[in-house]
């Protein structure tokens, strides 16, 4: 077995119905089918928009204003760093970033009348119905189509088949990226994990360093500390110990299987095993993208 070494910065941190569930589906089914550029078929050669397809076969859309148009979804296992690239590649691509955790979070902040049974799920590390999960992410959708945004990219949904299914049903998703990490490094970042009280930033504690062994690399993940001013004001996810990581992964790996077959065998899937944190993670994933950070090449310069 390889060596695994994890060190954590002392940083001071502070202390329904079925008529219900058709309702839910159908908000969705309408507000994806009127994103769509075509009304009657989610497919491409009859949506209006010009189809690229770079030699690595990764889809990417624009509009005829020069506008991204992607449908993405990311998968993998809590912690891994959907959101993070997730993130960058909106920011990058011009496209709308939905994370249904961060949308859950939302909801339980906001002490909504759905809150009470969420923080019982969430507590305890399961996942959120279908329902709950459809219902807040049309509500975004439908926000966001008021602001005009264009595309996507799909973080943390879908989690299931039927999430899935119900998602084919009435949009199509150009591609799917499951970023993987060996689960004592997704541990061990899971519970590094660190939110700033007052800005709502993120942050990790946690310096992770595997030695490589029998052929396999190694991994280092340098911490991802905050700012001076934010040092002081961390606090830990109440869901982030160390029994609800390990039953929030064991449901995720139990449940994303049949789901990683339902969009490999569409030939959508795209497996990306994180080398090692973000500076060296994010050149090879737009590389696997068939990307380029403009930014990024401009600071080298």
Not at 59 to 81: I, T
Request: hydrophobic content about 35%; glycine content about 8%; charged content about 25%.
């Amino acid at each position: 077995m390889a060596a695994l070494r994890v060190s954590f910065r002392a940083l001071r941190p502070s202390s329904s119905s079925s008529s219900s569930s058709n309702s839910l589906v159908f908000s969705l089914v309408r507000y994806l089918s009127s994103s769509s550029s075509s009304s009657s078929s989610s497919s491409f050669v009859d949506s209006g928009v010009n189809l690229q397809k770079p030699a690595n076969g990764v889809p990417l859309r624009r509009k005829p204003n020069g506008r991204n148009d992607v449908h993405w979804v990311f998968l993998g296992c809590p912690g891994v760093g959907k959101g993070t690239y997730a993130s960058r590649l909106s920011n990058l691509l011009g496209v709308l970033h939905i994370a249904t955790g961060d949308l859950i979070r939302e909801e339980l902040a906001s002490s909504g009348p759905l809150a009470p049974k969420l923080a019982e799920v969430v507590n305890r590390g399961k996942l959120v119905s279908d329902e709950i999960v459809i219902d807040l992410l049309s509500n975004r959708l439908q926000a966001g189509e008021a602001k005009g945004e264009s595309g996507f990219i799909l973080d943390g949904f879908p989690r299931t088949i039927r999430q899935a299914e119900i998602l084919e049903g009435v949009i199509d998703i150009d591609l799917v990226i499951n970023l993987k990490l060996r689960e004592d490094a997704l541990l061990a970042k899971c519970l590094g994990r660190r939110i700033c009280s007052e800005c709502g930033g993120n942050f990790n504690i946690a310096c992770i360093d595997i030695k490589g062994e029998d052929g396999k690399p190694g991994i280092y993940m340098p911490p991802l500390d905050p700012p001076p001013h934010c040092a002081s004001k961390l606090i830990t996810r109440s869901d982030d110990t160390e029994e609800v990581v390990k039953e929030r992964l064991r449901v995720y790996n139990e449940m994303s299987q049949p789901l990683e077959e339902f969009y490999r065998s569409r030939g959508k899937l795209l497996e990306f095993d994180l080398p090692g944190g973000i500076p060296e993670s994010w050149p090879k994933l737009l590389q696997a993208l068939n990307l380029e950070d403009h930014d990024q090449r401009s600071a080298a310069a």
